[in-house]
C-alpha cells in the first residue's frame, strides 16, 4: 500500500513559477514510476511528466522546455518545478506512482495561472 501526499500548489501569475513535491509513504521499496498528471474541470486528465527510478524522464509537448520533474529516492518524494506557467496551465496537479502492477494517486493540489 502506497499513500501519496502532494503540496506547493497555489496562485501564480503568467510568467511565474511554483515547485510542486509529492511525498510518498508505505510499501515505498516496491515503487518503480512516479509522475504527474493534470486535469481541469470537464477535461481528461493527461501526463504532465513521469520518471523512474534510474531518472529517465518523459514530458508531455506542452511543457517541455518549462517544467522539471525529479525524484529523491532517499526522500521518497518526486518535484515539478513548472517556470514560466501560462493560463492553461491551469489544473489539479495529480502525483501518481505505479508498485508492481498497482498505480496510485495522491489528492490533487490547485494550481492557478492568471493572466
Known amino acids: 500500500q502506497v499513500q501519496l501526499v502532494e503540496s506547493g500548489g497555489g496562485l501564480v501569475q503568467a510568467g511565474g513559477s511554483l515547485r510542486l513535491s509529492c511525498a510518498a509513504s508505505g510499501s515505498i521499496f516496491s515503487i518503480n514510476v512516479m509522475g504527474w498528471y493534470r486535469q481541469a474541470p470537464g477535461k481528461q486528465r493527461p501526463l504532465v511528466a513521469t520518471?523512474?527510478?534510474?531518472?529517465?524522464?518523459n514530458y508531455a509537448d506542452s511543457v517541455k522546455g518549462r517544467f522539471t520533474i525529479s525524484r529523491d529516492n532517499a526522500k521518497n518524494t518526486v518535484y515539478l518545478q513548472m517556470n514560466n506557467l501560462k493560463p492553461e496551465d491551469t489544473a489539479v496537479y495529480y502525483c501518481?506512482?505505479?508498485?508492481?502492477?498497482?498505480?496510485?494517486w495522491g489528492q490533487g493540489t490547485q494550481v492557478t495561472v492568471s493572466s
Open positions: 501518481t506512482a505505479t508498485s508492481g502492477s498497482r498505480q496510485y
Open positions: 520518471i523512474t527510478r534510474g531518472d529517465s524522464t
